[in-house]
């Protein structure tokens, strides 16, 4: 494998930090996406695209009283939360339970139709509400029900959050993920900025690609 050509992106887009290992082994093309090795260490054999592998080890992140959590973010995600939401009183969302949202999503089946699979599983949408707040939250979704063609914004790939032993949400941070050499879109940095100037957490993690791991990541997982 060639080296790949590795786009810088702004210091700003570098934070907060996720704490996981950006390091991917495994590239494998199959047809337009690209799969990587999802374990650290290049190890095993499951392999997923570049998002999911972030996601995956977001998730199986370990640190006491922790647990790790988070969804992929489909592009028209925001769109779907509008025609979830859009009944009841901003007042009440955050007061909804992971279980009231299910109940929502479960009655509203037919009227969402196929933005139904745009949706964000019940308890990131519990998250969402949660750290973005009511306020913020709201802006997000006008900004994209507004769009007039398709989804101009660039919609971060994932919404990851953790939860403490009480299962109250904490640390939402937006993430956009990128290949080496894989250029941004117009409208992803100016949303990774509007999130950030909302007073949100969202950066871009670029992966960075290796030929194999090396002797001592393969020594230590013996």
Not at 68 to 75: A, K, Q, S, T
Not at 120 to 126: C, D, R, T, V
Not at 137 to 143: A, G, K, N, S, T
């Amino acid at each position: 494998m060639g080296t790949p050509r590795v786009i810088k992106d702004d210091l700003s887009l570098r934070k907060p930090a996720l704490r996981i290992s950006t390091i991917v082994y495994g590239r494998e093309n199959r047809g337009r996406k690209v799969y990587y090795l999802v374990d650290p260490r290049g190890l095993g054999s499951e392999k997923a695209i570049a998002e999911e592998v972030v996601l995956k080890r977001w998730r199986k992140r370990v640190f006491p009283n922790y647990t790790f959590h988070g969804d992929r973010l489909m592009p028209h995600c925001w769109q779907a939360l509008h025609l979830l939401l859009d009944d009841l009183p901003r007042a009440r969302w955050a007061d909804l339970t992971q279980e009231h949202i299910r109940d929502h999503i479960a009655k509203k089946s037919e009227s969402l139709g196929n933005r139904k699979r745009s949706l964000p599983a019940a308890n990131s949408i519990h998250a969402l509400i949660q750290l973005c707040g009511v306020d913020r939250l709201q802006q997000i979704i006008d900004r994209h029900v507004a769009a007039v063609d398709g989804d101009p914004y660039g919609t971060p790939d994932l919404f990851l959050f953790a939860c403490d032993l009480s299962g109250k949400n904490l640390m939402g941070r937006f993430v956009e993920v990128k290949r080496p050499n894989e250029d941004f879109g117009d409208t992803q940095r100016p949303e990774i900025a509007f999130l950030n100037d909302l007073g949100l957490h969202a950066r871009v993690v670029r992966l960075i690609e290796r030929d194999s791991p090396s002797l001592e990541a393969r020594r230590s997982s013996d």
